[in-house]
């Protein structure tokens, strides 16, 4: 058990819908970090925050969003959903001592429909 | 965006062989990190790496950060059934990144054991 916390685990959904995904970081991490995996591809990093503010994008479509909250939990948004949206979707956290060392929640699966 | 390479892609294995597999890069790096990824979960962390020529343990697990900085190896020994999944690499280039804290990642290495 890494300490991040996904949920929901599945998630189904018609295509042109929104829909939020949740993390919960290690207790103590400030930054996290939120992947997308396709299919038997590999890990393609969308956003990151630190301590509530955003603080590198990467590959992240404008349909999707995210924030951070005081709490430290994050949550990433999906609009307009398509049927390419349909992946595993990671939530990371690090911090400390050791803030390279990203640790990586259970996973959310979307499926559009 | 920027990805490091990884190999082999795939490997498949008698069960008690040796692996190994690396990463490359054309810029150095100061960090070097192994997971794995079991289907449908999230990868795991293995070994990290901070320091040119690091050699690290971790049960049948070793991995090297490369003198020249651009590389990094992860040797698994004996292997066993339950060493199946994916293997990536990911590390941290202040030439990538600067301060930020964003990894880069290889492709991952398919392994498969056939016991």
């Known amino acids: 058990d890494s300490g991040v916390t996904q949920t929901p685990k599945h998630l189904i959904t018609a295509t042109g819908q929104r829909v939020t995904l949740r993390c919960s970081p290690r207790s103590g991490d400030l930054s996290v970090y939120w992947y997308q995996q396709s299919l038997d591809q590999g890990l393609q990093f969308l956003i990151q925050?630190?301590?509530?503010?955003?603080?590198a994008k990467g590959n992240i479509l404008e349909r999707f969003s995210a924030q951070q909250f005081p709490d430290l939990h994050s949550e990433l948004n999906l609009s307009s959903l398509e049927l390419g949206d349909s992946a595993l979707y990671f939530c990371?956290?690090?911090?400390?001592?050791?803030?390279?060392?990203?640790?990586f929640g259970p996973g959310t699966r979307l499926t559009v429909t | 965006g920027q990805q490091l390479n990884q190999s082999p892609q795939s490997m498949f294995i008698q069960e008690g062989e040796d692996v190994s597999m690396n990463c490359t890069s054309s810029s150095i790096f100061n960090t070097w990190l192994w997971y794995k990824q079991d289907p449908g979960e999230g990868p795991v962390l293995l070994i990290a790496?901070?320091?040119a020529g690091e050699l690290t343990s971790n049960g049948r697990l070793t991995a090297q950060f490369g003198i020249t900085r651009k590389d990094s190896f992860l040797n698994i020994s004996a292997s066993i059934p339950s060493d199946v999944g994916i293997y990536f690499c990911a590390g941290h280039s202040r030439s990538y990144a600067g301060n930020n804290r964003k990894l880069i990642w290889g492709l991952g290495t398919s392994l498969a054991v056939n016991p």
């Open positions: 925050y630190y301590n509530g503010e955003e603080r």
């Open positions: 990371a956290s690090s911090g400390g001592r050791g803030d390279y060392e990203q640790y």
């Open positions: 790496l901070y320091k």
